[in-house]
């Protein structure tokens, strides 16, 4: 079996663009071409030129890669699809970015090779291909065109032959999975959201003729604002943002006095939230679904799956209306279809107690239908004679709440008093009590201190094992310089930030938060694979949520087999206690 890396070149502008369009509204843009596919082998085979012109055919059964699968694999199926190039099939294609974010590395090509062996690869050639169709390029850059693709192709295959077998199949699949639930597409209803974007473009011209400056400036001149402010005799605030305790308090002030300064706060929320309706309809088919996608372990060291870039992240959907729109209410199944929406309860709670090894609160947990009575009877807050928490105190339960969600990762009794809302005294009992009732959480802090101090000691990189044979990397890390008292931070690592590798601030619970949260990707993961297997195709996951679509007639069946395969354990972890929710519906909502 030959292994061949492929890699397209296509043409791209500010308005041809899969940032802005997404994969299918950039393939199907009028002025899109795919004008070169590079293949090359591990056998030698080298191939540069027009993809329409290669015998597809030679692939079938061998191994395929990409340095960014999600591109050239939903590109050459869309490209069979429209007749452009003949069809094939390979035995495996794999993302070599999707690999070298796994194992903790910069997931572009340019600074995964310069990671793994210190190449300095220059993008020029890539920046200047844009807005540059090949038949108007000199026969000098169609060879630089040419080389600069090939090399892209080797390094790929070489960043294969190095790395992958530390890529476990699983995760193959999981990354395999991903690309998969991309392009089957989200069913969208297209006339609601012609009549949303409408609406929302007639909120931001209303937010505009409130703004008295419009005309002579942009809408949001910090500039204009304070010059209007102070022409009525105002101090302006010092910040605009939404939520900003002091600009609240502005804002409250002079509401009356400035009517137009909402406006202009107004004016920057309107605008993002119509970029975001904006990307969703230029990534709506004319088969009425949008075609997206979610990255793979795109948020390090937990591996958690994030947006893909441009104005319309998935992972981050408004759950609430704004201006009048529901942004979920768009996503709804095809005629005869419905969305079965289920999300795993609690999983970060469940995989923290599960990794500070405390049975008494696993077996609470597991008798239990509501985690928060549990949590009320472990912290002695609660009396289970009087019956499910939810039902004997509402006002407490909340109390549970907060404190069993904010007190699990060492936060401090200042900042869970900013977090829960708890006045300061009353904050200081609550972690103080959180930290007596489960002092397996707190030791387990203390022996992540312990383990950073020791590969500290000896310079080796340091990782951290999860029981799914996965592994937290954070390479060689170093001890901070301490001033005065001891810092809470006492050590730097490094992990991918903004595709490099930077410094990150360490610390026993900054450590048991990237575990549980690690832990709860890989059970979340192993769930959905069993249950796309199971006949249910995941069209969307949210964080710990699985959406698919299906025939309204096996709706009911399919909820409860999907329920039951969430309630079910991984085999690597038979006796963590799991649960999950999930309901049937006609528009994608919670």
């Not at 890529?167 to 069913?187: A, C, F, H, M, Y």
């Amino acid at each position: 079996m030959i292994t061949y890396a492929i890699d397209f070149e296509s043409y791209y502008d500010s308005d041809c663009s899969i940032t802005t369009l997404g994969p299918r509204g950039y393939f199907s843009h009028p002025q899109f071409d795919a004008y070169m596919v590079t293949v090359v082998g591990d056998d030698g085979f080298v191939y540069a030129g027009c993809p329409r012109q290669f015998d597809w055919s030679m692939l079938n059964g061998h191994v395929l890669l990409s340095h960014n699968a999600s591109f050239d694999e939903s590109l050459y199926l869309y490209g069979v699809e429209v007749g452009w190039f003949s069809p094939c099939s390979p035995a495996e294609w794999h993302c070599t970015a999707d690999m070298t974010a796994f194992l903790g590395l910069p997931r572009s090509l340019k600074n995964a090779s310069a990671a793994v062996f210190g190449l300095e690869i220059s993008k020029t050639t890539r920046d200047n291909m844009k807005g540059k169709q090949w038949n108007l390029m000199t026969d000098d850059f169609k060879k630089e065109v040419t080389e600069y693709a090939i090399k892209d192709s080797e390094l790929c295959l070489r960043l294969w032959q190095e790395l992958s077998d530390r890529w476990p199949q699983t995760e193959r699949d999981i990354s395999e999975l991903n690309r998969k639930v991309g392009q089957r597409g989200i069913p969208i209803d297209t006339t609601l959201l012609k009549e949303n974007l409408e609406q929302i473009r007639t909120e931001l011209f209303n937010a505009e003729q409130s703004i008295p400056w419009i005309g002579d400036n942009t809408p949001l001149s910090r500039k204009a604002f304070n010059n209007q402010c102070r022409a009525q005799g105002i101090v302006p605030p010092a910040s605009l943002a939404a939520g900003n305790e002091e600009a609240d308090k502005w804002f409250a002030a002079f509401q009356d006095a400035c009517p137009w300064a909402r406006a202009v706060q107004n004016y920057r929320r309107i605008n993002t939230f119509l970029r975001k309706l904006e990307a969703f309809d230029g990534g709506t088919m004319p088969d009425g679904r949008y075609y997206g996608g979610l990255m793979y372990c795109g948020a390090n060291p937990t591996a958690r799956f994030s947006g893909s870039g441009g104005n319309l992240n998935l992972q981050n959907l408004p759950r609430e209306g704004m201006f009048g729109v529901n942004f979920r209410h768009m996503i709804r199944p095809k005629d005869g279809y419905k969305l079965i929406v289920a999300d795993l309860s609690q999983i970060e709670v469940r995989t923290l107690c599960w990794l500070a090894e405390d049975r008494k609160a696993l077996d609470l947990i597991r008798e239990s239908d509501d985690i928060y009575h549990a949590f009320g009877v472990l912290l002695g807050l609660h009396d289970p004679a009087n019956g499910p928490l939810k039902e004997y105190d509402k006002q407490l339960r909340h109390k549970v709440k907060s404190i069993a969600l904010g007190c699990s990762y060492g936060m401090g009794a200042a900042k869970f008093s900013t977090f829960s809302g708890m006045a300061l005294e009353e904050a200081e009992k609550a972690v103080k009590l959180y930290r007596e009732r489960m002092p397996t959480v707190p030791k387990l802090w203390r022996s992540l201190d312990q383990n950073m101090a020791t590969a500290c000691a000896v310079g080796e990189p340091f990782q951290l094992e999860l029981p799914s044979n996965r592994a937290l990397r954070y390479g060689k890390i170093k001890r901070m310089k301490e001033a005065g008292s001891v810092t809470r931070f006492r050590y730097i690592g490094k992990i991918v930030r903004n595709g490099q590798l930077r410094d990150f601030q360490l610390w026993g619970g900054i450590l048991t938060e990237n575990m549980s949260q690690g832990l709860a990707r890989d059970i979340f993961s192993d769930m959905m694979l069993r249950v796309d297997a199971a006949g249910f195709p995941v069209i969307l996951h949210v964080h710990d949520e699985i959406v698919c679509e299906v025939p309204e007639a096996q709706a009911e069946e399919a909820l409860a087999k999907i329920l039951e395969i969430m309630h079910t354990p991984p085999t690597w972890i038979p006796d963590i206690p799991v649960a999950a929710e999930g309901h049937i519906c006609d528009l994608y909502s919670k």
